[in-house]
C-alpha cells in the first residue's frame, strides 16, 4: 500500500510541475503589442487612419487620419472637419495633443496598445462617467 501512496505522490508531484510550465509559458495574446513602446520617433512621418469613438462627442463614432509629420507636429482630420494643425508629446504611456486639436485636446490619452501597425488610445478611461471615455483606433496606412 505504501507503494501506492508513493507513486501517487510523485505522480501528483510530475503533473503540478507540467502544469505550471504550461502556464510559465502560455502568451499572453497582447503580449507582442505591449512589448513594443511608442515613441515619436516611430510615428516620425507616418500616416493613420481609424475611427474615434466617445458617447459625449456630438457624432459618437467619427472617422480619423493623422499625420505625423515630425516627433512634434502633424495634422488631424476629423470626418466632416477641415484639417487641424497639431502639436503631441509622448511621455511613457501617455501622448498629449495642444488644445486647438478638437476632440483630442484636454486630458491626455493613454496608449493602450501599439504595434508599428496598429494603435490603441483612450482618454479619461477612469472617469466616472462613462459617456466621457473616449478611445481613438488607428491603422497605419503604407
Known amino acids: 500500500m505504501k507503494s501506492y ?8 508531484l510530475g503533473i503540478l510541475f507540467s502544469v505550471n510550465i504550461g502556464l510559465a509559458s502560455c502568451d499572453d495574446r497582447y503580449s507582442e503589442e505591449s512589448k513594443e513602446e511608442l515613441t515619436p520617433q ?7 487612419r481609424g475611427t474615434g469613438s466617445c458617447a ?18 502633424g495634422k488631424v ?5 477641415d484639417e487641424i494643425d497639431i502639436t503631441y508629446a509622448i511621455e511613457r504611456k501617455y501622448v498629449t495633443f495642444n488644445s ?17 501597425k496598429h494603435i490603441i488610445l483612450m482618454q479619461n478611461e ?6 466621457k471615455i473616449a478611445t481613438i483606433e488607428l491603422d497605419r496606412i503604407d
Not at 57 to 66: E, H
Not at 77 to 81: H, L, S
Open 100 to 116: 486647438n486639436a478638437l476632440y483630442l485636446g484636454g486630458a491626455p490619452w493613454v496608449i493602450k496598445s501599439y504595434t508599428k
Open 77 to 81: 482630420n476629423w470626418e466632416g472637419y
Open 5 to 12: 501512496f508513493k507513486l501517487f505522490y510523485w505522480l501528483m
Open 126 to 131: 477612469a472617469s466616472p462617467d462613462k459617456e
Open 56 to 73: 459625449a462627442w456630438a457624432v459618437q463614432n467619427m472617422g480619423v487620419g493623422i499625420q505625423f509629420i515630425d516627433t512634434q507636429t
Open 42 to 48: 516611430a510615428l516620425y512621418q507616418t500616416s493613420w
